[in-house]
């Protein structure tokens, strides 16, 4: 192969010159005749797979937004399920507080009732044990009252006509 190029670039015959840019038209022709014949298939194949693998990809795309869509759509329903349920939860809490609210109102109502109602029954049960300390006092003084005048105004003979009166009284002759 060497001779035939040393002979086309000695000679200035017919030979195939590769210096693109001091090549003449015919060369270049030539050159791209044979790249688009043998090319033309590569060239060919490499687009459409290159053609088919967008395509793929443009599908896979589109069904991965697709199902985000749908995904989306679900989780929206999600939380507006979600929302409803705080709201209930919510609600029923509110009313649980009130009603709790309300038994300890009531509680401490009746505990207050029964507080007074206690204290007073100590204070009567407290006035009743000074009035009946009173009277103690007031029957224990008047008997020391009474005695202490009876002393002072009976002698020995009123003494004894008392005496013989209250037996007189009760049933005996004396």
């Known amino acids: 192969m060497e001779t035939f190029l040393w002979l086309a670039t000695e000679e200035k015959g017919f030979g195939l010159h590769f210096n693109l840019l001091e090549s003449n038209i015919v060369n270049l022709a030539i050159i791209i005749s044979v790249l688009v014949y043998f090319g033309r298939g590569i060239l060919t194949k490499a687009l459409g797979e290159r053609r088919a693998n967008i395509e793929t990809s443009i599908k896979e795309v589109e069904q991965r937004a697709q199902a985000a869509k749908v995904a989306l759509s679900d989780a929206q329903q999600q939380l507006t399920q979600a929302q409803a349920e705080a709201g209930r939860i919510r609600s029923e809490a509110q009313e649980r507080a009130k009603s709790a609210k309300e038994a300890v109102m009531a509680q401490s109502e009746q505990e207050i009732e029964r507080m007074k109602a206690s204290a007073s029954q100590d204070l009567n049960a407290d006035r009743e044990r000074a009035i009946a300390e009173l009277r103690t006092r007031v029957t224990a003084m008047a008997i020391e009252s009474a005695e ?11 003494q004894e006509k008392s005496i013989d009166r209250s037996i007189a009284l009760l049933g005996g002759k004396g």
Do not use: I, N, P, T
Request: hydrophobic fraction near 35%; avoid cysteine.
């Open 148 to 158: 202490a005048q009876l002393k002072e105004r009976m002698d020995r003979s009123a």
